[in-house]
Structures are given as C-alpha cells and as structure tokens.
C-alpha cells in the first residue's frame, strides 16, 4: 500500500503523479482509456486491502444518491457472503468518509457510470470467525486463495443472475 518513497499509495487516486506514483498514475490512466473506450464495459473496480484489527473479509462500498443504484451496489457483496464462510456482509460499509476521498473506490466510484461498482474488500491479518466469537480461525495462504476462488464463483453467480434480470423470458413452444 505505501510506495518506496512512503506514499500511502491508496491516497493519492485524485491526482497521483508520474513521478512519485507511478504504479498509481498508470493504473489510473489504463483504467480511464478502457472507461473510454466504447468496446468495453468496465464494471467492477476491486481494491484489495489486508486489514490489521477487523476479522473476516468484508467490503467498503460508496454511497450514491440514486437509491435503485445504492441497492444494485450491495447485491454482489451479499452474493459474495452466500459463497464464503469466512466474509461478513454485516461488517461491509457503504460509506462516503471525507478521509477516503483519495481512494481508488471512492474516487473511481464518483467517475465511472452508474454501471460501474467500485469496492474495497478487505481481509483480516489474522482470522475469520466461523460459528459464534470463540471459534476464531487462522486464515492460512490456502483460506487466503479460498477466498479468491469465492470471489470469481461470485462474478459466476452474480452474472448468471443479471442475465435472468436484464433478458426478457424466451418464448415457450406451442404445443399440437
């Protein structure tokens, strides 16, 4: 998260420079070109971030004005706690904090259209919690690559679920 030259990186998404954020000016300027570019939809923004006192994974989404926008929002972290044991939807945040204005998902939140989602999941240094508050379990690098493999069954899911939304119902066949 901090460059070499002690830059909270995830701070500096307004207005990073080419010189003393370089990773972050090119992600930035690669993401801006595909938002741009009519053959591709871009979608989802996914920021992941350890985090250092909070069990489990979780997500931090933005807060919009438009409500029917806010709600599509929090479908694929609810997806996602159906897939993962070890990700809690009651500890995800939709929030709009003046702190983190300078990160990738609030500020790509407030670029991108409003078919875009931008989140950060987060996840826990030390364990999730499986059952009630004493049974706390070590996350391990295979929990850690479990959890990734919940979150690409949830892009299955979450997309499976959109074309019965968006596609009108076919047609049944006329019996004789």
């Not at 992600?27 to 971030?49: A, G, S």
Request: charged letters at 20%; proline letters at 6%; glycine letters at 6%.
């Amino acid at each position: 998260r901090c460059s070499l030259m002690g830059f909270d990186l995830n701070r500096h998404w307004a207005n990073p420079s080419p010189w003393a954020h370089p990773t972050l000016h090119g992600v930035k300027q690669l993401i801006i070109e595909m938002y741009n570019n009519p053959k591709i939809n871009l979608e989802f923004y996914i920021d992941i971030h350890a985090h250092s006192t909070m069990m489990n994974g979780f997500m931090y989404g933005n807060i919009f004005e438009d409500e029917e926008r806010f709600q599509r929002q929090a479908i694929f972290p609810k997806l996602l706690c159906q897939n993962a044991e070890d990700f809690s939807y009651s500890s995800t945040s939709f929030n709009r904090d003046a702190v983190k204005a300078g990160t990738g998902r609030r500020f790509l939140g407030g670029l991108l259209n409003d078919t875009s989602y931008c989140y950060t999941l987060e996840v826990s240094f030390y364990s999730y919690i499986l059952g009630g508050p004493d049974s706390a379990v070590p996350y391990t690098e295979e929990a850690y690559m479990k959890l990734g493999r919940n979150v690409a069954r949830t892009f299955l899911d979450y997309y499976r679920l959109n074309s019965l939304v968006e596609r009108p119902p076919a047609p049944t066949p006329k019996t004789r």
